[in-house]
Structures are given as C-alpha cells and as structure tokens.
C-alpha cells in the first residue's frame, strides 16, 4: 500500500513560479512511474507530468517548457517545478502513482492518488 502526501500549492500571480512536492509513504514492489495531475471543477482530471523510475519523463503540450518533474528515490518524493505560471493552470494538482516501468499519463492507470494541493494563479 502506498500512500501520498502532496503539499507546496498556493496562490501566485501570472508569471510566477511554485514548486509541489509529493511524499510518498509505502513500499514500491517494483517498477512504477510517478506523476502529476491536474483537475477543475467540471473538468475532467488531466495529466501534467510523469516520471518513470528509469527517469524518462513526459510532459503534456500545454504545460511542455513550463514545468519539470524529478524525483528522489533514496528519500521516496516527487517534485514538480511549475514557472510562467498562467491563469489556466489554476486547478487542484494531484500525486499519483502506479506500476509499470513505462512513462505516460492516462488517467485510469495510476492506482494510488494523494488528495490535492490547490495551485491558484491570478492575473
């Protein structure tokens, strides 16, 4: 079982920068791949970011040169690096994880979520 903790959302202005940060407590039993989500109200939940552990990563278009997801295995976190921040990206950003060494960001995959960090940017 593993559980995640995100935590770094707040409130910035247009332009501004934020970094999340994802604790995640448990055991990984074998390959996983780590990611970022984002959701609206009246929106579906959508991917941001993932890592897998071999560090391949993957972005979606929207965010693509904005963001940057790492990881730490030794200390089992997840970071997300968030600049150029727009109005659009207002949302609450999920941690997710689920097993299988391949990177990607569908939503139905990911087994185990955190439960949100609010990202508020204002124009």
């Known amino acids: 079982q593993v559980q995640l903790v995100e935590s770094g959302g707040g409130s910035v202005q247009a332009g501004g920068s934020l970094r999340l940060s994802c604790a995640a407590f448990?055991?990984?039993?074998?390959?996983?791949?780590m990611g970022w989500f984002r959701q609206t109200l009246g929106q579906e939940r959508e991917g941001v970011g993932a890592?897998?552990?071999?560090?391949?990563?993957t972005y979606a278009d929207s965010v693509k040169g904005r963001i940057t997801i790492s990881q730490d295995n030794a200390k089992n976190t997840l970071e997300l690096q968030m600049s150029s921040l727009k109005p659009e990206d207002t949302a609450m950003y999920y941690c997710?994880?689920?097993?299988?060494?391949?990177?990607?960001?569908?939503?139905?995959?990911?087994?185990?979520w955190g439960q949100g960090t609010q990202v508020t940017v204002s124009s």
């Open positions: 448990g055991y990984f039993y074998g390959s996983h791949c």
């Open positions: 997710a994880v689920r097993y299988g060494g391949y990177v990607g960001l569908r939503v139905p995959e990911f087994g185990y």
């Open positions: 890592i897998a552990d071999d560090g391949r990563t």
